[in-house]
C-alpha cells in the first residue's frame, strides 16, 4: 500500500505570494493532519480534517487554512507568505477519526525568500 | 499545560551500546504516548507508543519505559547500531479522536561505530 504523498516536495517562494499544498493520505484514510517544523519551533500541529471538516486546529493565524475533499485529499493555503514561514511542512494521515497512529509523508519543503 | 519536554538534544553512543532519551508531561489528560524517528529528508515514522495503562512496552530492540505518577516516559534503544543515528521525538495526545500530537523538540542520536 502506498505511503502518504505530498506534493509538491519543494516549493521557493517570495514574501507576500501564497502557496497551496497537497496531501494525498494512505489509500482508505479519512483523517489528514498537517504540522509545520523549523529548527526552532520543532514540530507543531496545524489543524486536523475528517470527512471534509475541520476538527481541531492549532496556534496559527488566519493566513494559514485547509481544507479537504471527499476523497479524503487535503490541501493547505498559505497567504501572504512572510520569511518566518519557511519550514518543512508534513502531513499525516490515520484510518479514521478515532485512531491515533498517524504515518507521515515526505514532507514539502517551503523556502520563503 | 500542553508541553512535552525531551532531553537530551543531543547524543552521542559507541555502536552496541544503549540510548536513552527522556520525556516528560504536564498534562494528565494525555492518554498516548508514540515515539517517532526522523532521518534527513523524510517525514517521521512511528517506533513505538504506549499508553497509560502499562509501565513498560518492548519492540525488538526499543522498549518505552512509563512512570505515571512522575509523569515521564523514555525510550531505550538496546544493542544501538549506526542505523539507528537519527532524530528521535517523543510525543503525545489525548482524547481519543482528538488526533492532535504535542511533540517534544526532538534528539539528534549518533551511533558511532
Known amino acids: 500500500k502506498a505511503g502518504v504523498t505530498q506534493t509538491p516536495r519543494y516549493l521557493i517562494k517570495t514574501r507576500g505570494q501564497q502557496v497551496t499544498l497537497s496531501c494525498s493520505p494512505i489509500?482508505?484514510?479519512?483523517?489528514v493532519s498537517w504540522y509545520q517544523q523549523t529548527p526552532g519551533q520543532g514540530l507543531q500541529f496545524l489543524f486536523e480534517?475528517?470527512?471534509?471538516?475541520?476538527?481541531n486546529k492549532g496556534n496559527f493565524p488566519g493566513r494559514f487554512s485547509g481544507r479537504q475533499f471527499s476523497n479524503s485529499r487535503s490541501e493547505m493555503n498559505v497567504s501572504t507568505l512572510e520569511l518566518g514561514d519557511s519550514a518543512l511542512y508534513l502531513c499525516?494521515?490515520?484510518?479514521?477519526?478515532?485512531?491515533?497512529?498517524?504515518?507521515f509523508g515526505p514532507g514539502t519543503r517551503l523556502l520563503v525568500l | 499545560q500542553q508541553q512535552v519536554k525531551q532531553s537530551p538534544q543531543s547524543l552521542i553512543v559507541q555502536k552496541g551500546g544503549i540510548s536513552i532519551i527522556n520525556c516528560a508531561y504536564e498534562n494528565t489528560a494525555f492518554d498516548y504516548f508514540p515515539w517517532y524517528q526522523q532521518f534527513p529528508g523524510k517525514g517521521p515514522a512511528l517506533l513505538i507508543a504506549i499508553r497509560p495503562d502499562v509501565s513498560e512496552k518492548k519492540e525488538g530492540r526499543f522498549t518505552i519505559s512509563f512512570n505515571k505518577s512522575a509523569k515521564q516516559f523514555s525510550l531505550h534503544i538496546m544493542d544501538s547500531q549506526p542505523g539507528d543515528s537519527a532524530t528521535y521525538f517523543c510525543?503525545?495526545?489525548?482524547?481519543?479522536?482528538?488526533?492532535?500530537?504535542?511533540f517534544g523538540q526532538g534528539t539528534r542520536l549518533t551511533i558511532n561505530p
Open positions: 510525543a503525545a495526545s489525548r482524547d481519543q479522536g482528538a488526533q492532535k500530537l504535542v
Open positions: 489509500s482508505g484514510h479519512r483523517s
Open positions: 499525516a494521515s490515520s484510518l479514521n477519526a478515532d485512531q491515533e497512529t498517524q504515518y
Open positions: 480534517y475528517f470527512s471534509e471538516t475541520q476538527r
